[in-house]
């Protein structure tokens, strides 16, 4: 917030849009407790923001912004109290259930349930009305609070216990809170963050952005993947495929993946989904599908928006948002980019040519096509097609890359994992992931590595302490296979998905070309 701060001071007006959006509820609420008219309490904050920003430069100390702004609402709203103008709209009135589609019913009832817990609060004490406004109604945190009413957060808290424990008298209902979280309003801060995994989700959590967050739990790169909506037997095979190949439990799956689809198809509740999403191939095809799938939705009021980043100050090799710390990632709230219909229509472009069973679409669309409007879209699935077995060897690139580390003498999983991860980071390859290539390469009749003291590999839900210690080796195989002299999908067969290609028998229909560096069609 203080670089936007700083940035709105010499007048940048991208910076000072950060502030409205970071202010726009605590000022309402501020507002409207004085003035007890929504209209008057809308008109009194715009012309509090057009006063900040002609007078910013005259703020000494940016720290302070929250309560010099603040003063600025009260001004503007003793001014609109002089000129004596009256209650237009009651509150309640404001609320937007926009993409939504209740019916009459359940409009009706929710109208009537917040009409009571508004007309509840305005029994309360204006420190305990403006505390519960705050915080439940807008989901600002206890210490953003504090900063702007200068109020210490214990003694906010102490304002909501006595605030709650004032409405069970006066609301018909057993759980208060449980009201509050179901009629959250959210105002400017009613967003929903859509993030990759759990570790960038517990750190978001941490005061870093405010709002809901959806962790979006997938591995569109293993597997078989579908461009339109998902049939129940397309879900029961990917769910089988996935089980199979890296142990994650069919049911486990299915429920999951429900579970996420169905939290997605509330996003009309929220003003703002905000898509966090890295560089990586295992991030760009979370992202593309997500943003296929939007582009087919009415997002009426809903503003989608998008942090992507490729690199971070001060980490040279960035694998991914999960590296940086709470106070790394809060120097990226609020970076995000509104998505436009250029993001939206690239990246559904790109899912559906991932999805396809010939890979010559993606490759030209990659590669002929404009893909600025999504910029880590053409390494990423460039490095994709890299996967499939090339003209060469029959090697993809993590095999091939795989070997030329035990050529190197690397002789431990735990060891190559590493580095083929970080000689593939475009791949954002999970341990899973390369576990199972591994498996590929040294089971079967025609084994590429040997693996001494290894007992069983790890999975989903089994780990397996002594893989972990095991020794890795080439094979004789091995090692003609990487002279050329042997095609290892000849020998041994193939059976994977590349996206929407499935690749079986021991020819392999499309291979991937290094010299030409794209995909190509093998001649039967």
Partial sequence: MLQWIEEARKGDREAFEHLVRQFSAMAYAVAYDKLRDAHLAEDAVQEAFAEAFVHLRKLREPEAFPGWFKAIVIRQCNRLIRKKRYLTAPLYEMDNNAGSQPSVSDIAERKEMQSLLHDSIAHLSSNLRIAVQLFYFHGYSLREISDYVGTSVPVLKKRLHDARKKLKGMLPVADVVSVFHDLYEGGEHAMLHIVNGDSVAEKLRQGVVQGDILVWREIYPEGPVTAGPVRPAERQARASYLEKAMGIPTTEYIRLSEAQEKELNEFGKYKEVVLWFEHDLFDQTMLCYLLHWFA????????????????????????????????????????????????????????????????????????????????????AFQLHLSRFPSTFNGLGVVEQTTLELVQCGLDRPTDLFEQAGNKLHWLGMGDLQYWRSLANMSQGASPLLKLEGQEMFPSYSTPSPSFRQCKVAMTELGKRVMEGKEDWVAVNGIDEWYGGVHLQGRSAAWRWDRTRNTVVKKQQ
């Avoid at 100050?313 to 990632?329: K, M, T, Y």
């Avoid at 509104?338 to 559904?348: D, K, R, V, W």
């Fill in 296 to 379: 087919r939705q009415t997002l009426g009021k809903t503003t989608l928006s998008l942090l992507s980043i490729g690199t971070f100050p001060g980490i040279e090799l960035f694998r991914g948002l999960g590296q940086l710390s709470v106070s790394q990632l809060k120097t990226l709230s609020g970076t995000w980019q509104t998505i436009g219909q250029s993001e939206l229509a690239l990246g559904s472009t790109v899912w559906e040519a991932y999805c396809s069973p010939d890979p010559g679409e993606l490759a030209q669309l990659i590669n002929e096509e404009n893909t600025t409007a999504l910029p880590f879209v053409h390494d």
